[in-house]
Every structure is written in C-alpha cells, then in structure tokens.
C-alpha cells in the first residue's frame, strides 16, 4: 500500500514520517505509531530528506502463506500422525485392553496440542513484528 506522509524528522535511525489518518480500509498491520496529528511511520530512506518534505512510502505487506502452514497445516499433519500412531501402539506395546480408535484418539488429541504451543509462539512472534516500509520517491 503507498500513501503520501510528511517527513517529520531525520535521524540515524531512519525518517519519521508523519502520515494521514488511517482510511477506513486500513488493516491492522501496526506498521503505524499512534499521534495526536495522525500516523507515525519510522522507515529507511534516501540520503538528503529534510523536515517538511511530502514523501510517498510504501508498507509492504509480508505474506501470509507461512502463518497459515503453521496455525492450520502443521496441527492437521500432528492430529493425523498421531492418530496413526496412537492407534498402532496397542498392538506393539502389548496394550490388548487399550482399543485402536481410543489409542488413536489419544494419539492424535496429544500430537494435536504439542502442535498448536508452538504455533501460537510463531503467531505472537509474527505479530509483534511490524510490516516492511520504505520511502519510494520525494516531492520535490
């Protein structure tokens, strides 16, 4: 998403932009620090920027594949590998009194929730991290 913003100071650290107010179609991508006069950009950009300048910058978006592979394929793998497994230990270990489908259920529902304590740590994690956003071009 681009949008135009103001170059409110320039530091070591990058250029404070400050931006608009959110329009409604705004996701919640927390790329933005909260102000009083609007948004608050911290981003990476050209040498020479000076207070006041209109810029135009360009939040990416990072992709959405790999949270969805951990937060819904990884625990559907871990609740059928464990079901599979679950189900097969009664007649390895010599569980005769344990039935398949009870071992399976248990298997699977153990495997099930080992899988989503780690997918919860990479959804925090991601969603501590704010988007990519740079400066894309100056008005002169």
Request: hydrophobic share 45%; net charge positive.
């Amino acid at each position: 998403m681009r949008e135009w913003g103001v170059v409110r100071s320039v530091s070591g650290g990058g250029v404070e932009v400050s931006m608009a107010p959110a329009p409604e179609g705004c996701g919640d991508c927390r790329a933005c620090g909260p102000s009083a006069e609007g948004r608050i950009l911290v981003v990476s950009g050209p040498a020479g920027l000076r207070p006041g300048q209109r810029v135009e910058v360009d939040v990416v978006e990072r992709g959405a594949l790999g949270p969805a592979v951990v937060g819904f394929l990884v625990p559907v793998v871990a609740l059928i590998v464990g079901a599979a497994v679950g189900s097969a230990v009664p007649g390895w270990s010599g569980l005769r009194s344990l039935s398949p489908a009870v071992g399976g259920a248990l298997g699977g529902l153990a495997l099930l929730l080992g899988a989503l304590v780690p997918a919860r740590i990479y959804d925090r994690r991601l969603r501590r991290r704010p988007p990519a956003a740079r400066i894309v071009s100056v008005e002169p």
